[in-house]
């Protein structure tokens, strides 16, 4: 397999580029940012190219610009994949509320049912794994049409109780910034809207109210939490309203949580 130097020195050379245009053009950028670490010197490409050294991530930006090519797949020739950022961050719990700020990747590859049961009938309560005839990849690009970027995403902390049992902590909630605080309009508590809120000790997603000035976090009455008060809008910012949730509904892992 090429090692990734041998790449990198390959489309050099397919460039007709010589190890001082490249010194010059990185000392271009540098200068451009103000910030020597960009420039790639003779000595450091020499490295990068036969003897398998790791430049840094200035280097590989400059690189990248020189070269024109793209940033994430130089990662990726040197073992890091970008796409599956979102997937390790899964690997560690934080206990507090936090917005997610990976963008939805347009390239790469996901497990997704590919053909299903022509008799389902989606107007039903069903158990959906039954239903698929078929699994395989599909290109996330095939997913492009699902408008992805409109929205915002969050977190809710592994201990963050404050909107149980309508929002277990771990969930993943989507977020739409385009709406705003609406003090009346629902009839239950269900359809009372969430919103996510950003003010000075982190992320909380909770109901509201509203008067004057004064922004009071109003968490489930289940979740045995207080409610919070802030003047708005110094102290506190809406991030959006809580359109969607992902949630775990294992027992076992509720209990972890809980303990």
């Keep these: 397999m090429e090692e990734a130097g041998q790449k990198l020195k390959r489309i050099r050379e397919r460039l007709a580029l010589r190890y001082r245009d490249v010194e010059e053009a990185s000392a271009k950028i540098a200068a451009l940012h103000d910030n020597d670490e960009y420039v790639v010197a003779l000595s450091r490409l020499a490295d990068i190219e036969n003897k398998g050294t790791l430049p840094s991530a200035y280097r590989i930006y400059s690189l990248c610009a020189i070269y024109r090519l793209d940033m994430n797949e130089v990662l990726s020739w040197y073992g890091i994949a970008v796409a599956e950022l979102p997937a390790d961050a899964g690997l560690v719990r934080l206990e507090r509320t936090h917005p997610v700020g990976f963008q939805p990747q347009e390239e790469g590859e996901i497990q997704a049912p590919i053909a299903l049961d022509p008799g389902i009938e989606l107007s039903k309560t069903i158990f959906l794994s039954r239903m698929i005839q078929k699994w395989g990849k599909i290109p996330f690009l095939l997913l492009k ?24 902590p771990g969930s993943l909630v989507v977020l739409d910034d385009t709406r705003r605080i609406r003090s009346t309009g629902w009839r239950t508590e269900f359809e009372r809207p969430i919103y996510f809120f950003e003010h000075r000790d982190g992320y909380a997603c909770s109901w509201c109210s509203l008067r004057g000035d004064r922004l009071t976090l109003q968490p489930h009455p289940a979740s045995a939490c207080e409610p919070q008060t802030f003047e708005y809008p110094s102290e506190i910012e809406v991030i959006g309203q809580v359109t969607q949730v992902a949630m775990s509904l294992e027992p076992a892992q509720r209990r972890r949580h809980r303990d």
Aim: glycine letters at 8%.
């Design 145 to 168: 049409h699902v408008d992805l970027r409109s929205h915002r995403y969050g977190l809710i902390g592994s201990d963050d109780w404050s909107m149980f049992p309508i929002i277990y």
